[in-house]
């Protein structure tokens, strides 16, 4: 094959290549805008705030302190915020609200409750606790969710526009060099780029 051929090929399946990755790179780039704004404006619209710095020192839990105290005082508008709220400020609460049992585990013992017992009161008000938070709980956590894939399609668009401009520098140098290929040069003559002479009796 002749190298001006084989470069010609080359570079116009770099460009190729540049094309498709930069359209990819604009819907990531695209999916990632979209998912962070429904993200922040859905939260927006909940108005849920961190406590203040002297309520999570008045919780006097370590895993609050920790996880909390950089928020202290923040509403809550990204994923990443979402996901604190949830596990490491609502759950703490929420395990302490019935030794730990889950809104399923209250309810069934709830609903074999006999009215008149006279627990039947404290059952109730935890059954109603356990499932306004965790029905919060989850909400915040698809938030969460909803704002990593956006995250991780942003990182994508990244690479992905990376890869385009490598494709498109690679290919303009292949352009280049078969500007100053000369037009008999072969890919690889000892592979048959030559034709060897007939043997003559």
């Not at 690679?170 to 060897?196: C, I, K």
Request: net charge negative; no cysteine; charged share 15%.
């Amino acid at each position: 094959m002749r190298r001006k051929t084989f470069d010609a090929l080359l570079a116009t399946g770099g460009l190729v290549v540049a094309a498709v990755l930069a359209i990819a790179g604009g819907l990531l780039l695209w999916g990632h805008n979209f998912a962070v704004n429904s993200v922040h404006d859905q939260l927006a619209q909940q108005e849920v705030f961190f406590p203040s710095a002297a309520e999570i020192k008045q919780a006097n839990d370590p895993e609050i302190t920790k996880y909390v105290t950089p928020y202290a005082g923040q509403q809550v508008l990204t994923g990443t915020q979402a996901e604190v709220y949830a596990n490491h400020y609502i759950a703490v609460h929420l395990d302490a609200v019935a030794d730990g049992k889950t809104y399923s585990q209250v309810s069934g013992q709830f609903i074999t409750m006999d009215p008149k017992d006279p627990d039947y009161a404290t059952v109730a008000a935890q059954r109603q606790t356990l499932f306004m938070g965790e029905t919060l709980r989850g909400l915040l956590l698809d938030a969460y969710a909803f704002g990593k894939v956006g995250e991780i399609a942003g990182i994508a668009a990244i690479a992905a526009f990376i890869g385009s401009g490598v494709m498109l520098l690679l290919s303009g140098l292949g352009l280049w060099h078969l500007r100053r290929t000369a037009p008999e040069t072969e890919v690889l003559p000892a592979l048959g780029g030559h034709h060897p002479t007939p043997v003559t009796s």
